[in-house]
């Protein structure tokens, strides 16, 4: 399924232009709320577009663009690009939309940003997919994400680009086929006319501010951020093979909230992929049932 989808630019509080795409015409959706897919932290609303074209018949979906990615501006003080800012965008872009209630898809840092929203304004959540994170970050792979973020990554065509992709996120997605890869590589680089190749489709400085509040080696206390979820319906979901969401910390999630739903994704890394089952039937049954 390929949806169509319309293009809105809205206007932070600082005056950055954030992009979203808009599926759906929520007409048709029995006063479902709609849901908003947010990325994880070098990627944009592209991701979402075959997750975002199969929920946009029964809902409509909004697919956002973090400042400093895809089509929404850069920010000219890269220590902006941290999860507090991100959540007043979210705020400020669901009041521009008219929406008073949301669902949050957040895949990584945009689960971040669903717990972070939970505390910071729940009456806009009706509903949470945390898509492998938790309040726990591992070291590990906070460290691996750390190595490669921020380096100017440039190929001469997107064939080379699903190659290199292929060969360095291969352990997180064993077996997949090129197509795959070139879906992927679609969704991570960008055409650059001045320089006639393609670069990553981020701002770089993303890599300086991950790096400075990672300093220490310590990684914040997100329990508060989570524990705001109690009363708000959630599904967690965690690839087998992750090494950003552990297995003691989704275990201890269900335990602080004993109503959680919980997905565990064999053979698949950090992220599993929303549209990709049994993900996919999870999501369907999770939205169903609120």
Known sequence: MDAPYREHVFRSEDDIPLYCRDYGSGSGSGGRAPVLCLAGLTRNSKEFHRIASH????????????????RSGYDANWRNYHPATYVRDVISLLA?????RVVVLGTSLGGICAMALGAAAPTLLAGAVLNDVGP????????????YVGRDLRMPDIETAAA??????AAAYPGRDDAFWLRTADAVFVADPARGDFRLDYDLHIGDALREQAKGGATPDLWPLYRSLADIPVLAVRGALSDVLDPATFERMAAEKPDLRRLL???VGHTPIPHEEPFLTALDDFLAAL
């Open 265 to 267: 994704i064999p053979n």
């Open 55 to 70: 929920l946009s018949a029964t809902r409509r979906v909004l697919a956002m663009d973090f400042r400093g990615r895809g």
């Open 164 to 169: 290199a992709l292929k060969s360095q996120f």
């Open 96 to 100: 521009a939309a008219g929406i008073p």
């Open 136 to 147: 726990v970050l591992d070291p590990n792979g906070i460290a691996r994400i750390a190595g």
